[in-house]
């Protein structure tokens, strides 16, 4: 099973920046996608952003778009996700997930997950 370890959450004011990455313990091949999703309290986990390893594809939540923007180091085997102009309501659990594009995102590898809040 693929190892995905996160780092870069925080405490940040609301139009803040941060950056999350996630690095993967091994290259993988073939069609598989990694991405963030996120928890916030008495929620349910909810998608993020992600992209494919292979080719590059991005896909974002309405919430996000135009705000936060993923991108994969192939070299490094890392995917970042920069998050800009921050709202309260982005606070959450973001957890990094890596899955092969044929099953869902329940199926694949998850990261321990990261803590970011959004001060008002």
């Known amino acids: 099973q693929l190892q995905l370890v996160e780092s870069g959450g925080g405490l940040v004011q609301a139009g803040g920046s941060l950056r999350l990455s996630c690095a993967a313990s091994?290259?993988?091949?073939?069609?598989?996608?990694m991405g963030w999703f996120r928890q916030a309290p008495g929620k349910a986990r909810e998608f993020v952003a992600d992209?494919?390893?292979?080719?590059?594809?991005?896909r974002y939540a309405d919430s996000v778009k135009g705000r936060f923007t993923i991108s994969r180091d192939n070299a490094k085997n890392t995917i970042y996700l920069q998050m800009n102009t921050l709202k309260p309501e982005d606070t959450a659990v973001y957890y990094c997930?890596?899955?092969?594009?044929?099953?869902?995102?329940?199926?694949?590898?998850w990261g321990q997950g990261t803590q970011v809040t959004v001060s008002s």
């Open positions: 091994e290259r993988t091949f073939g069609n598989y996608i």
């Open positions: 992209v494919s390893w292979s080719d590059g594809t991005t």
């Open positions: 997930n890596g899955h092969f594009a044929a099953v869902s995102p329940g199926l694949g590898s």
